[in-house]
């Protein structure tokens, strides 16, 4: 089900009939309050937000909504600036879409970010070792030294590819396809926010990397620190 949070009823209503069309179920609400109401619903697959709403600023509805739920949130937002949308990444947001959209546009999002959902196994062998980092894709566990690491949906889909493809260079394209399921659509902005997150949960920095090396022009690539042959 997707929960569609619009406060403009005549968009809400052609959006609700849009995605309807397009196989989905749609509970329609028009504020924030009624979204934090709904979203703790189990039957909720996904959230599109918009973020002009009445009763809440839009950031603070993300950031309750992330309180309650870890749900896919993709947030409509009428500005498409990249300190709005790293602000949006970094209070949650799996996607967003710059006003004004289609229809078709907001169903290929939608069914991109559902399916990077739905867990999966990237590398088919179960627990991963990486120097003392172990990835577990059937669980969907990573930890680090023996200590669990949390982790969005989004990181540790990219984390486990790259574990996956340890000592490879894997580029944003590949990256986009593979993870956020999409053609190469202007996300070298999302993956380097994401990437950055993954450095500091994994301890280490851009400057100062461990685990995560970013190979210049290419792209980046997981190694195993303790592994000398396997440097950048």
């Not at 600023?57 to 498409?80: C, H, K, M, N, Y």
């Not at 994994?202 to 290419?218: D, Q």
Request: charged share 20%; with cysteine; proline share 6%.
């Amino acid at each position: 089900m997707v929960l569609l949070v619009e406060d403009d009823p005549a968009v809400r209503a052609a959006m609700t009939g849009a995605l309807r069309d397009a196989g989905h179920v749609v509970q329609p609400v028009g504020t924030a309050l009624d979204a934090l109401r709904a979203a703790s619903d189990a039957q909720i697959d996904l959230v599109v937000l918009d973020l002009g709403l009445p009763d809440l600023d839009g950031f603070e509805a993300l950031r309750l909504l992330r309180g309650v739920s870890q749900v896919p949130v993709i947030v409509a937002t009428a500005r498409g600036d990249e300190p709005t949308i790293v602000r949006l990444l970094n209070a949650g947001a799996d996607d967003y879409l710059v006003k004004p959209f289609s229809s078709a546009h907001l169903g290929a999002r939608i069914a991109a970010v559902l399916r990077r959902a739905r867990p999966t196994d990237p590398g088919g062998t179960g627990p991963i070792a990486v120097g003392d980092l172990v990835v577990d894709t059937a669980r969907r566990e990573a930890a680090l030294g023996g200590v669990p690491l949390t982790l969005t949906r989004l990181e540790f889909d990219l984390l486990a590819y790259l574990a996956a493809h340890v000592g490879t260079v894997v580029t944003k394209a590949e990256l986009c396809r593979e993870v956020w399921q999409q053609p190469h659509l202007k996300l070298d902005q999302t993956i380097d926010v994401h990437l950055s997150w993954l450095r500091r949960k994994l301890g280490e920095s851009a400057s100062a990397p461990r685990f995560l090396h970013t190979v210049r022009g290419v792209g980046v690539k997981l190694v195993d620190p303790c592994d000398s042959s396997s440097s950048v």
